[in-house]
């Protein structure tokens, strides 16, 4: 058993090497890379900004900026976009007694998009927004002076929301996020999940899981990112018909006629590397019962052997399946009744 990302929440990581066809600006000649950063210039004539469809999905925003004006109406910072008449923008101007901007984060929920600054390592929260904006981007307004300074952007990365999941862990199950020297801890529910707001939307950690005696189970060092959902389990894969089941969401495998279910079901391994000891075996789901009628055996020439509690194969090559067999059997009639359980691989 180990941690592995199951998804990730990364849209967008632009570290603007170039300009991609996916921007827009309203003054290019204003509009330069330079040095692996987007360098946007003030404009005497207009503003000037730079644009790009909000992905589908998108759920979180993050600009890394270098941009310290000094200057009296020297101003610049971000946009969200519909048309020239229906705009918000979140802007960066001189001011004597404030630390210098580091970052810009936008938090969207459906069409309220809530607007954040970075100064002195920490997010202040600065405004909320309520449109349905199409765009995304950056402007520097007009104006020009000898005290005028470009707006620079390192990075803008683009995730499905700011929060990192763990899940397919047993309730009570503890889990650490480790991130510099900061902390986090959170006990999974009943549905056997957790979840950690992270300050960046790609952030480097430690992710620790203990089990309900404080057994330290499984850890991994990585970078992660918002939107990302990381699973405890089997890396195995379980198959109905060559299909893969779902590893999150419960799977239909049929009907139970006349007391009896009984399926045959495929485990197959997707890496390169053979495995040893492979258990398997029926478990409660959640809190249902329906669990302790089920067994499992092994498939001999296309029809199962003998039944128990667990399964072991003890060798299954790299891509590679093996066959086995599922029953779940009640001796009295069920109406109507829909019987959950999961399958626990552990190797």
């Known amino acids: 058993m180990r941690i592995y990302q199951y998804s990730s929440g990364l849209i967008l990581d632009e570290q603007f090497n170039s300009l991609g066809p996916e921007w827009s600006s309203t003054d290019p000649a204003n509009t330069t890379i330079e040095n692996g950063s987007l360098k946007l210039t003030h404009s005497f004539l207009r503003d000037v900004s730079f644009l790009r469809e909000i992905p589908a999905g998108a759920g979180a925003f993050e ?18 976009f519909k048309s020239s008449i229906e705009t918000a923008e ?21 069409d309220v998009f809530d607007l954040y600054m970075k100064r002195n390592g920490s997010f202040e929260f600065i405004d909320s927004a309520t449109y349905s904006f199409s765009k995304i981007g950056f ?104 299909v893969s089941l779902s590893d999150l969401n419960p799977n239909d495998i049929g009907n139970i006629a006349e007391g009896k279910l009984e399926e ?7 890496t390169a590397a053979e495995v040893d000891d492979v258990k398997i075996q029926v ?6 019962n329906g669990y302790q009628w089920g067994d499992v055996a092994p498939d001999i020439y296309g029809t199962p052997g003998s039944y128990s509690d667990v399964l072991t194969i003890e060798n299954l090559p790299g891509q590679a399946s093996s066959f086995f067999w599922i029953k779940v ?5 069920i109406m109507d009744e829909e019987i959950f359980f999961s399958i626990e691989i552990d190797h």
């Open 283 to 288: 478990k409660q789901y959640l809190v249902d």
């Open 329 to 333: 059997e009640k001796q009295e009639e």
């Open 139 to 242: 402007v520097v307004k007009q104006g020009s002076g000898s005290g005028f300074v470009p707006f620079r952007v390192d990075r803008f990365i683009i995730t499905k929301n700011d929060r990192l999941e763990v899940v397919n862990l047993y309730e009570r199950f503890k889990v650490e996020l480790t991130i510099g020297s900061t902390l986090l801890t959170e006990t999974a529910d009943i549905r056997g999940k957790v979840t950690f707001a992270l300050p960046h939307l790609i952030t480097s950690g430690t992710l620790k899981i203990y089990d309900q005696q404080s057994n330290l189970i499984g850890e991994i060092t990585t970078e992660f990112v918002g939107g990302d959902v990381y699973y405890y389990g089997s890396f195995l894969e379980l198959r109905r018909d060559g």
């Open 264 to 270: 045959k079901l495929e485990i197959y391994n997707p």
């Open 63 to 80: 600009a890394v900026v270098n941009y310290t004006p000094t200057a009296v109406n020297d101003r610049a910072g971000l946009i969200l």
């Open 90 to 110: 979140l802007l960066e101007s001189e001011d004597a007694n404030q630390s210098n901007l580091e970052n810009i984060k936008v938090i969207k929920n459906d």
